[in-house]
Every structure is written in structure tokens, then in C-alpha cells.
């Protein structure tokens, strides 16, 4: 159990443990992102990924998010990422290459779809996280080899009691100074749970859909 900072909701404090110490863990913990790196956040317009964004930009990296409707990329956009793309333009590979020579880190929310896609576009050394996937994807091993790369997975109960502390107390202090926003796309009241999950899995969703009692 934490306290939440006193500009923080209930509704909003749903953001926190999972999708914000999610972010925090993949970047901080399992990429060891750095300043001026460059990363990749897919799906930056959903809960997880909304919080990478800001986390991102808070530690002076470069940000580019893709999201897959015009809502999407526009609340990516105000969320402070220096380049956002539609993913489901056939293109969006070769936007991404346009502005970046390659990529640092990955934050990946649907593996299934772009794993490989992600290991083209790496720099030597580079990282990519894995989030989210539900189906079994071909890799080429050599081309992982050949840049020298890391595919992590993210399992939250693999952290320690002090990491997990000290995640925490870092989202707090970021949450605190207001340069952490939590998005809370829908408001659900408990009875209507099933209308809630119908949502989630609808496309295009905006940060966290939260139930109400």
C-alpha cells in the first residue's frame, strides 16, 4: 500500500501500480535508459505506454510514440513525444527511420505484431522490452547476434521488495511536480464490469479505463 500525492484521484491512482510501474520498470530497471538515448513506444497512447512517454521525457530522452487512431496521436502528441507516427499506416517504418538513424530501446505492447519489425530498426546494443504479445513470432537470430541486441521480457513479480520501493517513490516525486500525468480514458461503474471489458478490448483505447464501485 502507498499514500497518493494530494493532486492525485482515486480513479487516477489506478494508473499507478500497473501501468506506471510498469513503464518505470522496463525503461529504468530492465533498458537502463539515458539521457539523449532514443525510444521507441508502441501503443504510447494507452496506459503503459502514456506513462513511458512522460517518464521518458522527464530523463531527457528523444520519444517517439506510435499510436493507431487520430485521438491516439494526438494525446501522444501533447504528452510531450518529439515524434509520433500512425501504426497503421503501411509506412510507418520508413517515417520512423526518417527522423531517427536507429533506435536505443523499444517498448513493446504487441510483440506478436512487431517483434521483427523492431529488430530492423535497432542500433547496435539496443534493447527492446517486451509488454505485450499473444502469439508465437519468427525471429532471426542472426540479425540479433549481428547487432548485439537484448529482448527482455517484463515480469513485474520478478522485482524485489527495494526495487519495487524505489519505484514508487520515484513515481510519487514525478506525480508530485505534475510532470506525470495519469490518463484516465472511461469511468466505468462496477455493475457495468462487462462493458468495461468490451472497451479494453476495442482498439484505439486512451490511457486506463477504470471501474467504479
Not at 505506454?49 to 487512431?69: K, P, R
Not at 480514458?185 to 464490469?193: R, S, T
Request: proline share 5%; charged share 15%; with cysteine.
Amino acid at each position: 500500500v502507498y499514500p497518493l500525492p494530494e493532486n492525485i484521484s482515486f480513479p487516477e491512482g489506478t494508473c499507478i501500480n500497473i501501468p506506471c510501474r510498469t513503464a518505470y520498470y522496463s525503461l529504468f530497471i530492465l533498458a537502463k535508459a539515458t539521457a539523449k538515448e532514443v525510444v521507441l513506444v508502441h501503443g504510447a497512447s494507452g496506459s503503459v505506454g502514456s506513462a513511458a512517454v512522460q517518464l521518458a521525457i522527464e530523463a531527457g530522452l528523444t520519444v517517439i510514440g506510435t499510436a493507431g487512431s487520430v485521438a491516439g496521436i494526438e494525446l501522444v502528441k501533447s504528452l510531450g513525444a518529439h515524434y509520433v507516427f500512425n501504426h497503421r499506416q503501411p509506412d510507418y517504418l520508413s517515417q520512423i527511420r526518417e527522423v531517427a538513424n536507429g533506435i536505443d530501446i523499444i517498448l513493446e505492447m504487441a510483440a506478436s505484431t512487431n517483434l521483427t519489425k523492431d529488430i530492423s530498426l535497432m542500433n547496435p546494443g539496443g534493447r527492446i522490452i517486451v509488454i505485450g504479445g499473444g502469439e508465437n513470432v519468427a525471429v532471426d537470430p542472426v540479425a540479433i547476434i549481428g547487432l548485439g541486441i537484448s529482448i527482455i521480457g517484463v515480469r513485474l513479480s520478478l522485482m524485489d521488495n527495494q526495487t519495487n520501493e524505489n519505484i514508487h517513490a520515484a513515481l510519487y516525486q514525478s506525480l508530485s511536480k505534475g510532470s506525470l500525468r495519469l490518463i484516465v480514458d472511461q469511468e466505468i461503474p462496477l455493475a457495468e464490469a462487462a462493458r468495461a471489458h468490451h472497451a479494453i478490448e476495442q482498439p484505439g483505447s486512451l490511457g486506463k479505463i477504470c471501474l467504479i464501485p
